[in-house]
Nanobody
Framework: QVQLVESGGGLVQPGGSLRLSCAASGIIFSTYATAWYRQAPGKQRELVAR???????EYAGSVKGRFTISRDNAKNTVYLQMNSLKFEDTAVYYCYSNYRTGLWGQGTQVTVSS
């Protein structure tokens, strides 16, 4: 079965860190671009970070310098290291692969609160 499974979300204080993981089954991650999106309550889903097949990365301006996307080909997993978290980073984070017409994970909640 082809699927993406996210993990690593949770509750963190402002300034804290979290690392999200997205594990793929049924596809080889390194042969597709992979991205992290997020959706806050009442807002549209937005691109956070993307890693291309070439391993080139790109980031939304709001997270550049704080978040890092990476890929472990041996584990077929993509990560999102999030540092210096802010209240406005609170959202459900989704993993996305451009496998065929697009493949989404189920999402993982990240809450930044004091």
């Amino acid at each position: 079965q082809v699927q993406l499974v996210e993990s690593g979300g949770g509750l963190v204080q402002p300034g804290g860190s979290l690392r999200l993981s997205c594990a793929a089954s049924g596809i080889i991650f390194s042969t597709y671009a992979t991205a992290w999106y997020r959706q806050a309550p009442g807002k549209q889903r937005e691109l956070v970070a993307r890693i291309w097949i070439s391993s080139i990365t790109e980031y939304a301006g709001s997270v550049k310098g704080r978040f890092t996307i990476s890929r472990d080909n041996a584990k077929n997993t993509v990560y999102l290291q999030m540092n210096s978290l802010k209240f406005e980073d609170t959202a459900v984070y989704y993993c996305y692969s451009n496998y065929r017409t697009g493949l989404w994970g189920q999402g993982t909640q990240v809450t930044v609160s004091s």
